[in-house]
């Protein structure tokens, strides 16, 4: 895209995500800036004159969202600016609840465990648990995301018409690589 369209787009998506916000949610609208409150936390975006977007979060005056890039296209510019909207939107307090199924519940156990630790470390809100693959219609409605074992991958087909059911691959799970769980949990959490 030449330069006179990135411009253009740019100052079209600018008013595109100003209008995104709730209604009835605060926002100052500066030149470069606008700022949304709520009583828990203060969120921002800022539109440089280069064509950097920053989203930030702050809670008691203390970073916990922060993101910049360089506009190049709605598509992704758009993509990033849901996600940060689904953290906006969410409550403080208001954990993601995800559930890690397997055929038993023990390996998932153990993997779980893990993952709990490494998220702490993240400081992400996630709340994550373990269980046997036959709890999932019981608890498909309570969960925000359910992530089926590489053991039980014969059962997905069973559970497709949930569109918050997903398979772990296989080796992210055998591995125990943390930080690609973590990546598919954010990557699947913002397609919901």
């Not at 787009?9 to 209008?19: D, F, G, T």
């Not at 970073?63 to 890039?69: E, K, S």
């Amino acid at each position: 895209m030449d330069n006179y369209l990135i411009d253009i787009n740019y100052l079209i998506y600018s008013e595109y995500m100003y209008n995104c916000f709730p209604k009835g949610t605060s926002i100052e609208h500066c030149d470069d800036c606008i700022m949304i409150k709520n009583q828990e936390k203060q969120f921002q975006v800022t539109l440089w004159n280069s064509k950097i977007i920053e989203f930030q979060s702050f809670r008691e005056n203390v970073i916990d969202y922060y993101l910049h890039f360089e506009f190049k296209d709605f598509f992704k510019a758009n993509k990033l600016f849901k996600e940060f909207l689904s953290f906006c939107k969410r409550k403080y307090n208001d954990k993601i609840q995800i559930l890690v199924c397997c055929t038993n519940g023990y390996t998932s156990t153990y993997f779980t465990e893990g993952l709990k630790e490494y998220i702490k470390a993240y400081c992400q809100n996630i709340h994550i648990e373990a269980c046997s693959y036959t709890k999932i219609e019981e608890y498909v409605n309570k969960y925000d995301l359910i992530l089926l074992a590489p053991q039980i991958h014969y059962l997905h087909f069973q559970y497709v018409k949930y569109n918050n059911v997903f398979m772990i691959p296989t080796n992210i799970y055998a591995t125990y690589n943390y930080h690609e769980a973590l990546h598919i949990i954010q990557e699947k959490l913002s397609k919901l």
